[in-house]
């Protein structure tokens, strides 16, 4: 088997697909949350805490001198990533909460009994008969 065709039959699977749109999803999905966070979230959160802008938070280690940037650590990108993570994390949990009742709920759903089969049709009818014959 070629190489190429080892590799369409991998690449056609129905998994590999599925993870794929799966990957494609997330990210767009990433993308709208962390615009969520930034553009709906934020500015609230900031205005409560005295008007703080989030992505200024930072503490200088060294300060600028010349041509040379000055070093410092971004600690509020990181809590605006954090919060990110936050929601994300929620809403994935409050999806996979919703799938995994949806199969309960398919589960305890009760299936119709079997038809009794020939065997049991015909042991009920020698009952029945011997019933009336006494």
């Given at each position: 088997?070629?190489?190429?065709?080892?590799?369409?039959?991998?690449?056609?699977?129905?998994?590999?697909?599925?993870?794929?749109?799966?990957?494609?999803?997330?990210?767009?999905?990433?993308?709208?949350?962390?615009?969520?966070?930034?553009?709906?979230?934020?500015?609230?959160?900031?205005?409560?805490?005295?008007?703080?802008?989030?992505?200024?938070?930072?503490?200088?280690?060294?300060?600028?001198?010349?041509?040379?940037?000055?070093?410092?650590?971004?600690?509020?990108?990181?809590?605006?990533?954090?919060?990110?993570?936050?929601?994300?994390?929620?809403?994935?949990?409050?999806?996979?909460?919703a799938i995994n009742a949806m199969k309960?709920?398919?589960?305890?759903?009760?299936?119709?009994?079997?038809?009794?089969?020939?065997?049991?049709?015909?042991?009920?009818?020698?009952?029945?008969?011997?019933?009336?014959?006494?």
């Amino acid at each position: 088997m070629g190489m190429m065709s080892e590799f369409k039959n991998f690449a056609v699977k129905g998994n590999v697909v599925d993870m794929a749109v799966g990957i494609i999803i997330g990210a767009a999905f990433g993308k709208i949350v962390s615009s969520f966070v930034a553009d709906v979230i934020m500015p609230p959160i900031g205005i409560m805490l005295g008007g703080v802008d989030f992505t200024d938070l930072a503490i200088v280690l060294k300060e600028a001198a010349g041509e040379a940037a000055a070093v410092t650590i971004n600690y509020g990108v990181f809590v605006q990533t954090l919060i990110d993570f936050i929601i994300v994390a929620f809403a994935i949990f409050m999806a996979v909460k919703a799938i995994n009742a949806m199969k309960k709920a398919e589960e305890e759903a009760p299936s119709a009994p079997p038809a009794p089969s020939k065997e049991e049709i015909l042991l009920t009818e020698i009952r029945d008969l011997l019933k009336q014959t006494k």
